[in-house]
């Protein structure tokens, strides 16, 4: 399977750009998760609680009433939803924990935008007895109240972060430097497929749970490989998660789904793929929006899962390498698709995931009859109740 | 030495000349470009440089300075709200350098280096005075490409070292190195602190395996702090401490000579505990 390189580059992409005093930290833990991934001790204990916490695994669900109303493709939705705390991102943070747990630290950190992350992190914490901080933009507390709330009351701290633009972006650069000062006993649980080697790696090899089980069901319901994998790209988590394991299926299309915010052209969007351009942030060389000094720029969206104006490395790479597409699709295109799915599916999917339907929507004449979508919808939209309808 | 031949001549080796066997003893002044204005920062160079700055570090503001504690992020801010930009910083630096003896280090982000494109950034160093270069989130492992670039032009490439480094990676460091090594004395980020670490053993084990000069950074601010440092390292680096006298000083006519007083303080912390400290 495609890996990284030794240095953490995928290509030209990824490496590793942070403060001297974080290397040992990554060093030390690039050896305890390749040991780890290789001890049957391990990999039975990921099996055990993805299968009895986490619920896994998550139903490849077709979406009869939407592939009609689309009249084209038969769509398949990815059930991550269904995972335990709402979202894909649990399926990350529960692997993190058990490597945190076998290099005995007794605290756990996270960044989070939407608060995905930050609560499907403060669950493990709380399931295995872990101290839990989550940094968290001011924006993003008031606009995912309700996952705040979760937080709290599974034990975690929430800290709310007032720098910058107050968002995701902002949340990370906090998250490292308490980080830098606690990195004795504190593991970072990175909650995307960015950051220093070897998150990219490790967090894309947890998730790829999702491709590795869609494939089967796929193959199992129709009897061969979709033609499209669609999912929203924010860091890129759920999105690497399912494309991955098709990686050498050259004849499957992948379609990466940025947020366009209020347009590509309006400057408030988070198209990082879409209309960005390689450098450092946050610990690795990928695409990023930034100004001609290379000064990161404010970004823009209603999805705060996706208002990062980064991108992991491994999302270059199928970028640069034509592997994968990425397009951006706009919020009220999100919106729209949004209450779509919740009135002829009853599913309420997240703001992030409804990027993801929204492009299926958009370029519907794109598709053809009798041609396979497997689209993830990568997290539920209770969080998102009654602030955008 | 003449005006004008600062551009052939690196004079960070020249500030930690071996005198009885041991580097002298330096005193290293971060301050943000533009903060709070390219204009002061200009008059606060000069006046640290009189004040007896031996290495003057001029930090290239950046949107998200992670290796940074409050004080350095707001003056960052600050600066860029002002469109600060490396090439601001650049013509800063070409109109001090003929007129300070301080040797003079750029500290920034590796992707305003980057951006700025490499080769050109090593060539503009060169140009305009610059000795070394710092950058807090280059490793050794990624710093080949900007040490090649750097030392085409005469300019050092300045790495780091933290109390979590192990002996291999002190080894790389040092390798890597140039003028000297910035040794972090706590793990942590940029900031004033209470008190300091006991860093003896941190030193003496560094010691073991380079003879290359070392000067600590991150939480000095006060002289009793530098005389400290100073009986076991070569340098010292107040960068928040300097930073905070500019915050409470802003819009007060004598800002430079304010800044300047404080680092005259600082100067006479060092001579006042026997350690050589003149200034050329």
């Known amino acids: 399977m495609l890996l990284p390189d030794k240095r953490g580059y995928f290509g030209d992409f990824g490496g590793r750009f942070l403060p001297e005093t974080l290397v040992p930290a990554l060093l030390e833990l690039e050896a305890e998760y390749s040991r780890a991934k290789n001890d049957i001790k391990f990999i039975r204990e990921l099996e055990f609680y993805r299968k009895n916490y986490i619920g896994r695994e998550t139903p490849l669900y077709f979406a009869k009433r939407l592939t009609e109303y689309i009249g084209g493709p038969k769509i398949y939705l990815k059930r991550e939803d269904l995972a335990h705390t709402g979202s894909h991102k649990i399926n990350n943070a529960v692997g993190q924990a058990l490597l945190a747990l076998r290099m005995g630290k007794k605290r756990v950190i996270a960044e989070t935008g939407a608060g995905q992350h930050g609560v499907a992190t403060a669950t493990v914490a709380a399931k295995f007895g872990l101290e839990c901080d989550v940094f968290m933009g001011e924006e993003d507390c008031e606009r995912q109240a309700l996952n705040v709330c979760r937080m709290k009351l599974l034990g975690a701290r929430v800290i709310p972060v007032g720098s910058g633009s107050r968002t995701l972006k902002d949340a990370l650069n906090e998250a490292f430097r308490d980080w830098v000062a606690t990195v004795r006993h504190t593991y970072y649980i990175f909650g995307t497929v960015a950051g220093p080697h070897p998150y990219p790696m490790m967090v894309r090899d947890f998730q790829s749970v999702i491709g590795n089980e869609a494939r089967k069901q796929i193959i199992s319901m129709e009897g061969r490989l979709p033609d499209y994998l669609i999912a929203c790209v924010g860091g890129g988590s759920n999105s690497i998660g399912l494309f991955h394991r098709f990686y050498n299926d050259r004849k499957v299309s992948m379609i990466g789904v940025e947020a366009g915010g209020k347009g590509i052209n309006s400057k408030l969007h988070s198209a990082t793929l879409s209309c960005g351009r390689p450098g450092v942030l946050h610990g690795a060389y990928s695409y990023m929006l930034q100004d001609v000094n290379g000064q990161v720029v404010p970004t823009h969206s209603i999805a705060a899962g996706l208002d990062y104006p980064g991108v992991g490395p491994e999302h270059s790479f199928y970028k640069a390498t034509g592997r994968a597409e990425y397009y951006a699709v706009t919020d009220t295109e999100a919106l729209n698709a949004y209450h779509l799915l919740t009135r002829i599916e009853g599913i309420i999917p997240a703001l992030e995931s409804s990027h993801a339907i929204g492009y299926v929507i958009k370029n519907r004449r794109r598709f053809r009859k009798g041609e396979i979508i497997v689209l993830n919808l990568s997290g539920r939209g209770d969080k998102d109740v009654g602030r955008n309808i | ?280």
Not at chain 2, 22 to 48: D, M, Q
Not at chain 2, 205 to 220: E, N, S, V
Not at chain 2, 256 to 267: A, C, D, E
Request: hydrophobic share 40%.
């Open chain 2, 1 to 280: 030495m003449s005006a004008g031949t600062y551009k052939m001549t690196n004079r960070i080796d020249d500030k930690f000349s071996v005198i009885n066997g041991k580097p002298r003893k330096n005193l290293i002044i971060y301050i943000t470009a533009g903060y709070p204005s390219i204009a002061a920062t200009e008059k606060l160079v000069l006046e640290i440089d009189r004040a007896g700055a031996d290495i003057i570090e001029l930090g290239v503001p950046f949107s998200d300075p992670v290796a940074d504690g409050p004080a350095i992020q707001e003056s960052s801010h600050y600066a860029l709200k002002k469109h600060v930009s490396l090439a601001g910083v650049f013509k800063l630096a070409s109109k001090v350098k003929p007129k300070i003896s301080s040797a003079l280090v750029l500290m920034g982000y590796y992707n305003s280096i980057l951006q700025y494109g490499l080769t050109k950034f090593a060539g503009d160093c060169s140009k305009n005075g610059i000795d070394g270069v710092i950058v807090p989130d280059l490793i050794p492992e990624e710093g080949g490409k900007l040490k090649k670039a750097a030392g085409a032009h005469g300019v050092k490439v300045i790495f780091f070292l933290a109390p979590t480094s192990d002996s291999t990676r002190i080894k790389m460091v040092s390798a890597m190195s140039e003028g000297f090594i910035y040794c972090v004395t706590v793990a942590g980020i940029t900031g004033t602190r209470s008190a300091l670490p006991d860093f003896k053993k941190y030193i003496d084990l560094i010691r073991r395996f380079t003879d290359k000069p070392l000067a600590l950074g991150f939480g000095i601010s006060t002289p009793g702090m530098l005389a400290k440092v100073l009986k076991h390292a070569d340098g010292a680096i107040v960068g928040s401490a300097v930073i905070k006298v500019i915050t409470a000083s802003i819009g007060k006519e004598n800002l430079p000579g304010i800044v300047g007083n404080f680092v005259s303080k600082l100067r006479k912390g060092i001579c006042n505990n026997g350690y050589h400290a003149k200034k050329d």
